[in-house]
């Protein structure tokens, strides 16, 4: 079974600072997939970063990069240059092994809400 | 390209109608998932299908039928609502096992 934790219900940062989101994962796979996405008030979920668990490098996309230290099982969104319209809820999410039995389906945390302040 | 749409975007039911809403998507992927969104807590797996015509259960099936008669679409039917299917409701698609594109979601509220 695979679990995601998302240890902070909310974060504030304010304008221009940056600010990482905590996510930490337990799976038995030896491969595996993590995502970020973000929720804005609007409700849609958007596809920010991902991460596989075999890359050298951490992942990165503009302001977005990924903090993966798979010894500790750990996946942190880094959001750099924080603004306004970053607001909105993040959710880490992780998906199984490539051409496994897990046909992509994807483990979510509960998620982390962001506040940034001008 | 409209990437992946729902049909209705919000819904009021009373206890034990049905109704069925409609996920299309036209990006040719194989892929396609629905989940619900409850206050608290993530997405949860509902069904999925790897492909048209299969479908398979997911973390929280009970309640809930679907169905891929064509690739584009993935439908989830709800036979007899209950209050406890008030939810918020997602399509996600994906090029086989690859990142997953949602849809904006269906408020479902069943009174």
């Known amino acids: 079974a695979q679990k995601i934790t998302q240890t902070q219900p909310g974060m504030f940062v304010q304008e221009k600072e940056a600010v990482t989101l905590d996510c930490t994962y337990d799976?038995?796979?030896?491969?595996?997939?993590l995502f970020w996405y973000k929720q804005p008030s609007s409700g849609e979920m958007i596809f920010l970063i991902y991460?596989?668990?075999?890359?050298?490098q951490n992942a990165t996309e503009g302001r977005y990069s990924l903090n993966f230290q798979k010894a500790r099982k750990s996946a942190n969104l880094v959001i750099s240059a924080s603004q306004l319209g970053d607001s909105a809820m993040y959710f880490c999410?992780?998906?199984?092994?490539?051409?496994?039995?897990?046909?992509?389906?994807?483990?979510f945390g509960q998620g982390t809400i962001l506040t940034v302040h001008p | 390209n409209a990437g992946v749409t729902q049909t209705p975007k919000f819904r009021v039911l009373k206890t034990g109608q049905s109704m069925t809403l409609l996920c299309a998507q036209d990006m040719n992927h194989e892929y396609m998932y629905w989940y619900r969104q409850d206050p608290g807590m993530g997405l949860r797996l509902i069904h999925y299908?790897?492909?048209?015509?299969?479908?398979a259960k997911g973390e929280v099936p009970d309640g809930y039928n679907v169905s891929r008669l064509k690739k584009q679409n993935f439908l989830l039917g709800l036979e007899s609502a209950a209050p406890s299917q008030t939810s918020v409701y997602f399509c996600?698609?994906?090029?086989?096992?690859?990142?997953?594109?949602f849809g904006p979601g269906t408020r479902l509220l069943v009174l």
């Open positions: 991460q596989g668990s075999y890359d050298q």
């Open positions: 799976t038995s796979d030896p491969s595996y997939g």
């Open positions: 996600a698609s994906s090029r086989y096992q690859e990142t997953q594109y």
């Open positions: 999410a992780m998906r199984g092994s490539l051409g496994g039995t897990s046909y992509g389906k994807l483990t």
């Open positions: 299908s790897v492909g048209e015509g299969t479908t």
